[in-house]
């Protein structure tokens, strides 16, 4: 298995609801990354998650929590979003701090309405 | 610092023709140099990477060159095809020590014509 999978691949959500994104991968990536992509940008990193444990947060509004449960899980759960917050959010995953490769899925296209 | 420059923003090319994306940094501490493609919809996919010790990579089509001196890479798409056109990021990765982080370039769209 070669993939990251995100779910789900949308999601309208009111401002007042809670809701959170899911990302899986059986590569045995230790490293796993959440981003931002707006449309007609470069993705903008959120957090980086390496062994388990939050390495990066890119100053991140708090209505923005990610958790990673186990090594091939990460996931981002949403509370109070704006609308400005409405964005294509990408996964990745990458074996570690000392290697290189990134492999990303496909994206949650987050609608705040 | 962590900034990464590209060009050019848009691009058009005729099929068989040759694609040239341009990259940029300014931090001598990034060590490794991915380009991604990225169609409407679409996550990144990793389409061929560089480390700052090879000047030159050819994978198929496609060729970057890394110039260490000058702090430039670029992409070269030879016979380029109707099925190339989409958006291309190039990136470059800083290491924090516990962690690694890829800041992207600010995209191309490619557009290929028959």
């Known amino acids: 298995d070669t993939e990251v999978t995100q779910t789900p691949k949308h999601l309208v959500m009111g401002m007042t609801n809670k809701k959170s994104l899911k990302c899986e991968q059986h590569m045995g990536h230790r490293a796993m990354y959440w981003y931002k992509q707006k449309a007609k940008k470069p993705p903008e990193l959120m957090f980086v998650?390496?062994?388990?444990?939050?390495?990066i947060n890119e100053s991140v509004p708090s209505r923005f929590s990610p958790e990673c449960p186990n090594s091939s899980l990460l996931n981002l759960h949403l509370h109070a979003l704006q609308p400005e917050d409405s964005a294509l959010y990408l996964c990745a995953s990458s074996q570690g701090a000392g290697n290189y490769g990134y492999t990303f899925g496909s994206g949650t296209r987050l609608t705040v309405v | 610092q962590q900034q990464v420059k590209q060009s050019p923003q848009s691009l058009i090319v005729q099929k068989g023709g040759i694609s040239i994306i341009n990259c940029a940094y300014e931090?001598?501490?990034?060590?490794?140099f991915p380009w991604y493609q990225q169609f409407p919809g679409k996550g990144p996919a990793l389409l061929i990477a560089?480390?700052?010790?090879?000047s030159e990579k050819k994978e198929g089509r496609f060729t970057i060159s890394f110039n260490k001196s000058a702090k430039q890479f670029s992409l070269h798409i030879m016979d380029s095809q109707p099925g190339d056109s989409a958006t291309y990021f190039c990136?470059?990765?800083?290491?924090?020590?516990?962690?690694?982080?890829?800041?992207f370039g600010t995209g191309t769209r490619l557009q290929v014509t028959l």
């Open positions: 931090n001598t501490a990034f060590d490794y």
């Open positions: 990136a470059a990765r800083g290491n924090t020590g516990t962690a690694s982080k890829l800041t």
């Open positions: 998650y390496s062994y388990e444990k939050l390495s």
């Open positions: 560089i480390r700052p010790d090879v």
